[in-house]
């Protein structure tokens, strides 16, 4: 062998290195735009202090979360929180950096850190508490990754087809999340997977549903819209529709049907409340509420999402967190016990 073939090729490590430097200069441009918390440390934290970081962003990030966690067995908070925080930096890493080509540096860097806590290896807080969550709790890598291919799709997908295409966005971006909180809860075994993850899948999808249709507006304004592209055309709904804020008689009887569509599928999910362990019933059965309250505050404006954003009120929301607190003591008042009621 020659020092001729051996040498490197100069051009290839000039594309490399260019590369490298470019997606260098998209990382930092990207953690400029988030809290430096986000930044992943030089040294990794304890478990606990890792633990410290994922409750404090879960608590103090989302409302329904910290209702939800008064529910859960003390064990598996840990185990929430971590689940939690990493969705938020994930979905963060994705929305909040306003580059498109910062937002994909920073995912498949995360991507990677992904990898390294499957190898052992994690630095940032969010991975070594998952670690531990991970190890407990038996989680394949698969639903985290899959969450990180929805975060990507944001970036360059704006439109879907069709229903079918939406419902695979949300394969990614929202049933991931409940196949979670069924391996956080040992909730899945070879008897129980297939059943409960459809079940899971069909609540996780009209949830995402649910937000799509009460946040038609604020979508809009970030270039994505998420209504069928073939049901707008059956229903005379397009673009400048939506751009004019006004919700004219066919975007009602549009959003109409899908209102009715992602109730339909939380009646298909309803049932996983009577089959779960008690604890974990009463965070199903306090977020298809959640959902269907949405749904139930879309109608109540008459299917007008255009002018104002639907929202479910701090005393709405207290009387959920009461009504599925009763179906705990009461089973027979929770939520799939039979009924697929149309309201919350």
């Given at each position: 062998m020659t020092a001729a073939t051996v040498e490197p090729d100069k051009n290839a490590l000039e594309r490399e290195a260019a590369h490298r430097g470019g997606e260098g200069d998209a990382l930092a441009r990207g953690w400029a735009a988030l809290p430096a918390s986000y930044r992943i440390p030089e040294v990794a934290p304890t478990l606990d202090e890792a633990r410290a970081w994922c409750q404090n962003l879960a608590e103090t990030h989302y409302e329904n979360f910290h209702v939800a966690s008064w529910f859960l067995p003390k064990a598996l908070r840990p185990h929430f929180h971590s689940i939690y925080a990493y969705c938020r930096v994930s979905d963060d890493l994705g929305d909040e950096v306003g580059s498109t080509e910062s937002a994909l540096a920073l995912l498949d860097l995360w991507g990677r850190e992904l990898d390294a806590c499957y190898e052992g290896r994690a630095r940032h807080p969010v991975f070594v508490a998952l670690r531990a969550t991970i190890e407990a709790c038996s989680i394949p890598k698969e639903p985290f990754a899959d969450l990180l291919t929805a975060f990507r799709r944001d970036q360059t997908v704006t439109r879907y087809a069709s229903m079918d295409e939406v419902l695979g966005y949300c394969r990614y971006s929202a049933n991931p999340v409940g196949r979670l909180v069924l391996y956080a809860c040992g909730e899945v075994s070879p008897e129980t997977r297939e059943t409960y993850f459809r079940m899971s899948d069909a609540t996780c999808s009209a949830l995402q549903l649910a937000n799509f249709w009460q946040d038609v507006r604020e979508d809009f304004a970030r270039g994505r819209v998420y209504l069928p592209q073939d049901a707008m055309r059956k229903f005379g709904v397009s673009d400048e529709?939506?751009?004019?804020?006004?919700?004219?008689?066919?975007?009602?009887?549009?959003?109409?049907s899908e209102v009715d569509y992602a109730r339909s599928l939380f009646a298909q999910g309803l049932p996983l409340i009577g089959k779960v362990n008690r604890d974990l019933a009463l965070d199903l059965d306090l977020f298809s509420r959640g959902g269907l309250e949405i749904l139930r505050a879309i109608e109540l404006r008459d299917y007008d999402v255009l002018s104002a954003r639907p929202a479910?009120?701090?005393?709405?929301?207290?009387?959920?967190?009461?009504?599925?607190?009763s179906g705990k003591a009461?089973?027979?008042l929770r939520l799939g016990r039979g009924t697929t009621e149309k309201a919350a």
């Open positions: 529709t939506i751009a004019g804020g006004v919700a004219t008689p066919e975007f009602r009887a549009l959003l109409r479910i009120s701090k005393r709405t929301k207290f009387a959920l967190a009461l009504r599925a607190l009461f089973p027979f």
